[in-house]
């Protein structure tokens, strides 16, 4: 099977890692790839947002398969265009993709499929706005309802700032305030099944005891040792197989990857945001883990024949560290000079902002690298993270100290 992957960051290394791992994969193309993808995979210039441009790559390859990564071709309605073409393709549709572009579209699904989620009033006029704010009261959540890169959710104690990003929204939801911790599941969908993955955990701040601006995600862990036993089954019960058949039964399936960020309440899980494809960086914590082949996991799902699959993990942890350059996430120093030695034994390096110049590696991006280590328990596999990333040279780059820790603290305990 001829594989073309669209991306370049985290993710589509950890996934690239994963298809090429798979004996049915024959020839892997990524586009565009970043220099680590491409000691494993044949890398070409994409521009994602030109849908033609993906269509003439995929035809020219003559692939079997597309596996979209990151949203935004998948907002601009890609994987149409690819299907309408006759090709294969992992990701869903423009009209399923709304589901993480817009906040409100999300909503209104979850309604309709009886999904737990916070009470949300949808706004357009600052009446409106007034009103749901006094309605919810502190902490209030603001969410851009369209996709806002990362900077379209304000949670805030403050009124004022809480409005002001409201104001500042074309459309905006204004919902209650979930409390309890926050884990990432994902569901792989052919449109009618769709299979739970094992859930991760995500950091979101910029630094240690989750202080700092919010960021794309500092590190990552999985297995949840802390988690519900069931958490699978309900999650797959009370969100991914109702959503599935919501969106089946509205003429518009969602084949793909479907991301649900749950927050673990006192009354049960709830639905804090859906995304349409991997996260990241959960995605390096997950694929490493994963046993299933994934590219004849992902071609059954773009072919709508999940019926007989089931997945399977191993039994050990990965934890994954971001390395992230200096003045990340507000405004990122590239161009330096990184040096990374080969990664030592139950430990991957992910690319991510990184590029090749005059035959060195420079930093391109914010979060420029990732490094997952694996061990038998999260303590074993934060050791090697954290072992790893310590080797790696970027001037002024930093990484949390606290990924999976308190975890990993809780699982030595029990
Ligand atoms: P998002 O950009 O949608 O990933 O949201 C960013 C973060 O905002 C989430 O990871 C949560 O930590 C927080 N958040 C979003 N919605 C809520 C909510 N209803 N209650 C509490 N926290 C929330
Ligand atoms: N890990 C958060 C995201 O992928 O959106």
Redesign the pocket.
Known sequence: MKILLVGSGGREHALALGLKADKKCSELHVAPGNPGIAEIATTHPLVITDNQAILSLAQSLGVDLVVIGPELPLVNGAADILRAAGIATFGPSKAAAALEGSKDFAKGVMRDAGVPT?RSFTCTTESEINIALDTFGA?Y?V?DDGLAG?K??V?TEDRATALTHALSCNRVVI?????GP?ISLFGISDGRNILAMEPAQDF?RAHDNNQGP?TGGMGAYSPLPWAPDDIIEQTYEKVLAPVVAEMAARGTPFIGLLYA?L?LTKNGIKV??FNARFGDPETQVLIPRLLTPLADLLYKAATNSLDDTVLHWSDTSAVTVVLAAQGYPQSPVVGEKITAPDPQESTLIFHAGTQEKDGSLISSGGRVMSVTGIGNDLESARHRAYKQISTIGLEGSFYRSDIALVASLAQVEN
């Open positions: 916070a902490p959540v969410k990362g379209g959710v949670v919902e209650e305030f979930l409390d926050e979101k919010n960020g927050a804090i945001e």
